[in-house]
Nanobody
Framework: QLQLVESGGGLVQPGGSLRLSCAAS????????IGWFRQAPGKEREGVSC????????YYADSVKGRFTISRENAKNTVYLQMNSLKPEDTAVYYC???????????????????????WGQGTQVTVSS
């Protein structure tokens, strides 16, 4: 079974930090594209960040550049989202998602278009409030 399980959400004060984890099973994450998305109540799902297969290149939404960092730990088949300098507007349910890449494609440069992702986790709540 191909699965993604998010963890690490919680309640933090503005300016605080959290590290979200996305544990993958049923596939090898470094062969595929992983993205982080978030959705606040009443708002559209928003792409946050992604990491490409192979070379591990990354992309960030303007709203999180300089504050969030996506990374892979291949030995644990896990992707992380380190979130620093958190703001109330970062409050949302955060989802990780996988875009499976065919073997004949050597390198895919990731994007944060949600429709291109095949598998989704259940989400983890991040609340930033004083």
């Amino acid at each position: 079974q191909l699965q993604l399980v998010e963890s690490g959400g919680g309640l933090v004060q503005p300016g605080g930090s959290l590290r979200l984890s996305c544990a993958a099973s049923g596939f090898t994450l470094d062969y595929n594209v992983i993205g982080w998305f978030r959705q606040a109540p009443g708002k559209e799902r928003e792409g946050v960040s992604c990491v490409s297969n192979s070379d591990g290149s990354t992309y960030y939404a303007d709203s999180v550049k300089g504050r969030f960092t996506i990374s892979r730990e291949n030995a644990k088949n896990t992707v992380y989202l380190q979130m620093n300098s958190l703001k109330p507007e970062d409050t949302a349910v955060y989802y990780c998602a996988a875009r499976l890449v065919p073997f004949h494609i050597q390198q895919v440069m990731c994007n944060i278009r949600a429709r291109e992702y095949d598998y989704w986790g259940q989400g983890t709540q991040v609340t930033v409030s004083s």
